[in-house]
């Protein structure tokens, strides 16, 4: 079986160096001003990939008035591996730059991973431990090829003084696929959708409207966020295929006392026919996409991209408690625990009403938050399912 690691050694120097501190201390509510910078280096081996490293850093512009969630945000990642993992991405969140109320989020990147995992389309696809080996012929038997270059952007605008918005956004995406990472042996992507190598385009339009009444947008405590997003690949645009995506997630967020929330996300997701299987593992939402079903974006302690299909379902719950707030180094901290239970399934073609509670994939774990001013957060999380054992994921941010 593939064997993986990921080990973020800054993240964890944090953990230790907070976990250790007062937690009676300080005033984590204070209004940040100015620019905040937080960032960890990453270390990182993967069996597939090989030894890699990288940076992630998140910049926060919240000017002399302390405007929320800030003026705008700059968050660049580097990840470099020595066996083709090539990550180089922007990412740039605008609240309060452009007049008149527009918000703008941009993204620019290209994205190499030698060996995407593929399991096979549907929701009952099988899953063999033996094949999942690299001392087999096949080292690559669930993997495939892909290299993505993106160019996008999101205009959001408020509906007079309500929490609803509309938005609407454009995306140049190029996928180049090699079905088989290293023409080493054989894959099921190869047997299943191509022997040859692919390159295709699928640039985009889409539009939406967007409910967002949270108290605040990194941790809400309270507040609905709910969105419904329609997504044009069209060849008039320049793409290979023509076809539509639609996505309405439901995110709610509950008080529970002083320092407990119950989160809860419903998503579900359909795309038309036409689109390409490299395409139906993205998940779409209003602020930056995500992967699934299965990984740290939708099922946590599933395989990730576990179950591939044009309809989607994710559903998950959380519980939050907030332990601790204190002051370190002249910087308002907190940490937050959790535990959450997600659950999810596909479908090969329409998403299926009476099918939503049937058939689900599940995954549970605990995770823990730890923040540094209003929205630089550290995230660790630990899932358990049969099949992946008990992955850990690491990184920045909640999952929504």
């Known amino acids: 079986m593939t064997v993986r ?11 230790v160096s907070l976990a250790a501190a007062n937690p009676g201390g300080g005033d984590a509510q204070q209004q940040p001003t100015g620019l905040e910078i937080g960032g960890l280096p990453a270390l990182n081996f993967d069996s597939d990939e090989g030894v890699g490293y990288g940076a992630l850093v998140e910049l926060y512009q919240y000017g002399q008035r302390g405007l929320l969630p800030y003026v705008w945000s700059l968050r660049p990642t580097v990840f470099v591996t020595s066996r083709g993992r090539r990550d180089f991405t922007l990412f740039f969140d605008a609240p309060h730059v ?50 993505r270059r993106t ?49 295709t385009w699928s640039n985009y339009v889409r539009a939406g409207l967007v409910w967002d009444t949270r108290d605040r947008e990194t941790g ?44 809860h996300r419903y998503l579900v997701q359909g795309v038309g026919a036409g689109a390409p299987v490299h395409d139906l593992f993205e998940v779409q939402a209003s602020f930056r996409q995500q992967e699934g079903l299965g990984g740290a974006k939708t099922l946590r302690g599933v395989l990730k991209n576990r179950f591939v299909g044009r309809g989607v379902l994710v559903w998950n719950a959380e519980l939050r408690w907030r332990a601790a707030d204190f002051q370190l180094f002249g910087k308002p901290f907190h940490v937050v625990l959790s535990t959450f239970f997600d659950q999810g ?12 509670f049937t058939d689900l994939h599940r995954g549970f774990g605990g995770g823990v938050r730890f923040g540094m001013g209003e929205n630089f957060t550290v995230a660790i999380d630990m899932g358990s399912s049969e099949e992946a054992g008990k992955p850990l994921y690491i990184g920045l941010g909640y999952l929504y």
Not at 5 to 15: P, Q
Not at 116 to 122: A, N
Not at 345 to 356: C, K, P, S, T
């Open 220 to 263: 809400p405590r309270s507040g609905v966020w709910t969105e419904l997003l329609i997504q044009r690949v069209d060849e008039s645009f320049g793409a290979d295929a023509d076809y539509t995506r639609w996505t309405f997630t439901d995110r709610r967020y509950f008080s529970l006392g002083e320092r407990v929330v119950f989160a």
């Open 5 to 15: 690691y990921s080990r973020w050694l800054l993240a964890l120097l944090v953990a």
């Open 345 to 356: 399934r596909v479908w090969d073609g329409n998403v299926r009403l009476d099918e939503l």
């Open 151 to 199: 160019a996008k952007f999101n205009l959001q605008r408020n509906v007079s003084d309500t929490p609803l918005r509309w938005l609407f956004g454009a995306g140049l995406v190029r996928t180049s696929v090699l079905p088989v990472p290293e023409s080493d042996g054989t894959t099921l992507y190869q047997a299943d959708v191509s022997a040859t190598e692919q390159t």
């Open 98 to 147: 452009l007049s008149n109320a527009w918000r703008l989020d941009a993204y620019l990147g290209t994205e190499k991973q030698i060996a995407t995992p593929y399991y096979g389309l549907g929701n009952a696809t099988q899953y063999d431990r033996l094949l999942d080996s690299d001392e087999g012929p096949d080292p690559f038997y669930y993997r495939f090829g892909r290299e």
